[in-house]
């Protein structure tokens, strides 16, 4: 997870290949609560490891379930049996509200028939969610709900014991949020021992789809609700939850809607075959994908599959009632900005109660963009977008912002098919219009990255394995320098802050070198320790180098390495060998490469370069400090000549010699901190970058 107050995405260009989403978010915490209220142990296949996940198992730990993961991940829950292990607890639930909405029901009815005291909390925003049509529902019902806060919104405290009514149909509104009703449906078993217990829908339901999952899933746990049509339901007296004992659970489908709009936009030579949800998903944002067809979308499916290819392109743009996918809905917005006309959403009024108002705040970041946005109480019209805006998107504590938002780095990719668009503009200034918009493809930066923890932590990360961006388009950050000079850490604290891979180049000469040396290959051959350096079988893996199957990390490190590397680096023919192993480190989202001649040569068209030089006196103090607390003994005179020597071969030899580059910034660290030289760097690069400042 890209743990960064920012991320910088470069333009991209293309997707490919499988994508394995993670567990569904909707099902994950329904089986959850379901388990924790069965007898009996549940064992849960693929549960979503997330923020609000882990609000719940949280949870109901505190509540007495048992929990344990085995080797293989799976989750081992025992219930309570529907009997309170506890009678007093305080439950902090994030901004879950598939915790906060299922657990006040369930808790709700477990203190009025058995007793206790329980509060429920979250973050701030999830005390501006409303929840009163279910305080409601539950106090008509008998149960003691006092609001701490504001009147019908978060913190709750329910208490009991108390009588409840269960002879009357229990009554709540189905046109705000259907999680009120998922969270009786969820609930009432508990009370529904001796006769049946109503609910009855007041209004129009919406999010249908995700009561299609709640009763399915009551299913798998023993309890059968009728169902007349979607205004009244009956949990039929005797119902018991009963552990199914071995539960799947099945991709999110809301995830996917960011990889089938994924396939549609960029996957244009192969489709992106999505795993984990397909034909016989249970959930209702699976039907995003007959969305993306209306968009252009050529999609294929199968039980547990789907895959997507870029069929019309721009896409078309469409107007959509989107009560059956509020939440896939979003990324349709995103669609929008590709397509050859304006996108209408509509019945979308519940982005308004979720993590944030979702409907101005897609409204505020496509406008950013450069987007035309008009936005009503329950829909949103997105035109296309052509001239696009390096923007800052603020994300809002959504995780749904910062997926969809991350769309927008394939805005080079619409004057791809110029023929094929410019055949609607056949005036010569509109054809140079579509070149220019090619030329002027721009990163997106995405604040707050980690938000996506909530559902998918790892989005960044699988979104980067199956897209691609031209080479050119990847940022690097060059660091060069003498030897000791603080490249290595300076590197290290760049990459960290930024989230960009690290190549420390003077790793790969000095596993050549080693190698080589333990081949009784002659030093100062070239073309054998080329050879050696062209099949070097080498891995990187957290901080550690691997050659073959062994740990070199050490041996690397050693003084002694550091000279071997230095002899092998002066042959030309090594320099080509090691060449395309270092451009293989460009990787999305951005790279920081330190050596000697990263600026110079392999590197030449970086965004920042930076030479940076400490006093030789300094370096040498360094190093026997490094040395010295890794417990080698060294002497600080000796060091000092080693390295005076190394600077002077390297910055003498004839290939690809240590100097600065012509538009390198220098840079003196030697009466800087480590972190007051990373702040610089991270300054200049903030000035090479198109985005205004933060907010
Ligand atoms: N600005 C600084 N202030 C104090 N110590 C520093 C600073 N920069 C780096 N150091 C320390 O100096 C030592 C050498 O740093 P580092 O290994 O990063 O240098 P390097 O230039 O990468 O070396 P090499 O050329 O051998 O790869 C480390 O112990 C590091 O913590
Ligand atoms: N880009 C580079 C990086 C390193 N070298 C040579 O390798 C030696 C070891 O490098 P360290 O940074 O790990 O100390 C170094 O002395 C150089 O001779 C290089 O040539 N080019």
Known sequence: MFKIPFLDLPPLRSAAGTVRLPGSKSISNRVLLLAGLSEGTTAVHDLLDSDDTAVMLASLKTLGCQLKTDHAGVLHLTGIGGRLQTRQAQLFLGNAGTAMRPLTAALALLAATQGGEFELSGVPRMHERPIADLVDALRLLGCQIECLGNEGYPPLKLTGPSP????????????????????????????????????????????????????????????????????????????????????????????????????????????????????????????????????????????????????????????????????????????????????????????????????SAMATELRKLGAEVEEGPDWLRVQPLRDWRAASIHTYDDHRMAM?????????????????????????????????????????????????????????????????????????????????????????????????????????????????????????????????????????????????????????????????????????????????????????????????????????????KVFLTASAATRAERRHKQLISKGISANIEGLRQDLEARDARDKNRAASPLHPAADAKMLDNSAQSIEESTQRVLAWWAQTRPFAVQR
């Open 164 to 359: 409840l009514k269960l002879d009357e149909p229990v009554k709540v509104r189905g046109d705000v949020s259907s999680q009120f009703l998922t969270a009786l449906l969820l609930a009432l078993p508990l009370v529904a021992t001796q006769q049946d217990v109503v609910i009855e829908v007041v209004g129009e339901l919406i999010s249908k789809p995700y009561i299609h999952i709640t009763l399915a899933l009551l299913e798998r746990f023993g309890i059968q609700v009728q169902r007349e049509g979607w205004q009244r339901f009956t949990i039929p007296a005797g119902s018991r939850y009963r552990s199914p004992g071995d539960l799947h659970v099945e991709g999110d489908a809301s995830s996917a809607s960011y990889f089938i709009a994924l396939g549609a936009i960029a996957a244009s030579d192969e489709p992106l075959r999505i795993e984990g949800v397909g034909q016989a998903s249970l959930q209702g944002d699976v039907r995003f994908a007959e969305a993306a067809q209306a968009m252009g979308a050529i999609v294929a499916s199968g039980p547990n599959w789907l895959e997507v290819r870029r069929g019309a392109w721009p896409l078309r743009g469409i107007d959509l009632d989107c009560n059956h996918i509020p939440d896939a809905a979003m990324t349709l917005a995103l669609m929008a900005l590709y397509a050859d006309g304006p996108t209408t959403l509509r019945n979308i009024a519940s982005w308004r109660v979720k993590e944030t108002d979702r409907l």
């Open 404 to 608: 969809c938002f991350s769309l927008a780095a394939f805005n080079g990719l619409l004057s791809d098919r110029s023929p094929q668009r410019v055949k609607h503009h056949p005036d010569p200034a509109a054809i140079r219009g579509e070149l220019q918009t090619k030329d002027r493809a721009v990163p997106v930066r995405i604040l707050d990255p980690q938000c996506v923890a909530k559902t998918f932590p790892d989005y960044f990360e699988t979104l980067f394995g199956v897209v691609e961006a031209r080479s050119e388009d990847i940022p690097v950050i060059t660091i060069d320098g003498p030897t000791a000079s603080g490249k290595g850490t300076l590197a290290d604290q760049v990459a960290h802050a930024l989230g960009y891979v690290i190549l420390d180049s003077g790793s790969l000469y000095r596993a050549c070198a080693l190698a080589a040396h333990r081949g009784e290959v002659d030093l100062d051959d070239g073309e054998a320790v080329a050879a050696v350096g062209a099949n070097l079988n080498l891995s990187f893996k957290n901080g550690h180098v691997w050659l073959d199957e062994e740990d070199i990390s050490e041996d690397l490190r050693r003084e002694a390495t550091g000279l071997m590397a230095s002899q092998v680096a002066a042959h030309p023919a090594v320099r080509a060998a090691l060449n395309q192993l270092q451009l293989d480190f460009r990787r999305l989202p951005g790279l920081v490469a330190d050596g000697r001649d990263m600026g110079t040569d392999v590197f030449p068209d970086a965004g920042l």
